[in-house]
T-cell receptor
Framework: NAGVTQTPKFQVLKTGQSMTLQCAQD?????MSWYRQDPGMGLRLIHY???????DQGEVPNGYNVSRSTTEDFPLRLLSAAPSQTSVYFC?????????FGPGTRLTVT | GQQVMQIPQYQHVQEGEDFTTYCNSS?????IQWYKQRPGGHPVFLIQ?????EVKKQKRLTFQFGEAKKNSSLHITATQTTDVGTYFC???????????FGIGTKLQVIP
C-alpha cells in the first residue's frame, strides 16, 4: 500500500516548456487535489477532482490543466512554464475522514 | 471566497513550555483539519474536527472547534524538540468540500 506517489521529485524547466507532474493513489479515494506551496503563502489549491471525469478549479488554476480518467491517477499539466510557477507541488488524496499528501515535486523554472 | 486566517505565523518556545496556534475562517465550516509539516517534508494529517464545540486530544495535543464552526485551536502541552515543524489548519466547506489552508504556524523549540 504505497499511499500517494508523485513523480518526479525534482524538475528544472526552461520558460515556455511544458510538462506533466504525475500523481497516483492506491486507496480508492474519489477526492484528489493539487496544491502548490510557496514560502510565506501556505498551501494553495490549484485544481481538485471529486471523481473520475470531474474536476474543478481551486484558488490558483491559471497556467495549469488537469484531467481525471481513472480513480487512481490525477496528473497536473503545466502548459507553458513561467518563473512564477517555481514552487513545491503536492498532490493529495482524501476520504471523508482524512487526507494524505504525496512527497512533493520541487519545480524550478528558469 | 473562503479565507482561513492563522496566527501566529512564528513561535519560539523553550522546551517544556506550552504552545497554541489559532485558526479563524471567514465562513462557517463543515469541518476543520489540522496538519503538521516537518522541514523538507510533506503535510501529515493530524485530525479532523466535525462537531460544533468539539474537543479532541492526542497525547499532549488538544484540538478545539468553536461553537460557531468558524474557529479552531491547537494546543501543545510541555513542548518537546520533536514538536518542531509547521502546523496548518485547513477549513473544509462547500458542496464539493473544498479544503482551504491557513498560512501555518512555524514552531521552534529551544532545548
Amino acid at each position: 500500500n504505497a499511499g500517494v506517489t508523485q513523480t518526479p521529485k525534482f524538475q528544472v524547466l526552461k520558460t515556455g516548456q511544458s510538462m506533466t507532474l504525475q500523481c497516483a493513489q492506491d486507496m480508492n479515494h474519489e477526492y484528489m487535489s493539487w496544491y502548490r506551496q510557496d514560502p510565506g503563502m501556505g498551501l494553495r489549491l490549484i485544481h481538485y477532482s471529486v471523481g473520475a471525469g470531474i474536476t474543478d478549479q481551486g484558488e490558483v488554476p491559471n497556467g495549469y490543466n488537469v484531467s481525471r480518467s481513472t480513480t487512481e491517477d490525477f496528473p497536473l499539466r503545466l502548459l507553458s512554464a513561467a518563473p512564477s510557477q517555481t514552487s513545491v507541488y503536492f498532490c493529495a488524496s482524501r476520504s471523508s475522514y482524512e487526507q494524505y499528501f504525496g512527497p512533493g515535486t520541487r519545480l524550478t523554472v528558469t | 471566497g473562503q479565507q482561513v486566517m492563522q496566527i501566529p505565523q512564528y513561535q519560539h518556545v523553550q522546551e517544556g513550555e506550552d504552545f497554541t496556534t489559532y485558526c479563524n475562517s471567514s465562513t462557517t465550516l463543515s469541518n476543520i483539519q489540522w496538519y503538521k509539516q516537518r522541514p523538507g517534508g510533506h503535510p501529515v494529517f493530524l485530525i479532523q474536527l466535525v462537531k460544533s464545540g468539539e474537543v479532541k486530544k492526542q497525547k499532549r495535543l488538544t484540538f478545539q472547534f468553536g461553537e460557531a464552526k468558524k474557529n479552531s485551536s491547537l494546543h501543545i502541552t510541555a513542548t518537546q524538540t520533536t514538536d518542531v515543524g509547521t502546523y496548518f489548519c485547513a477549513g473544509v466547506s462547500g458542496g464539493y468540500q473544498k479544503v482551504t489552508f491557513g498560512i501555518g504556524t512555524k514552531l521552534q523549540v529551544i532545548p
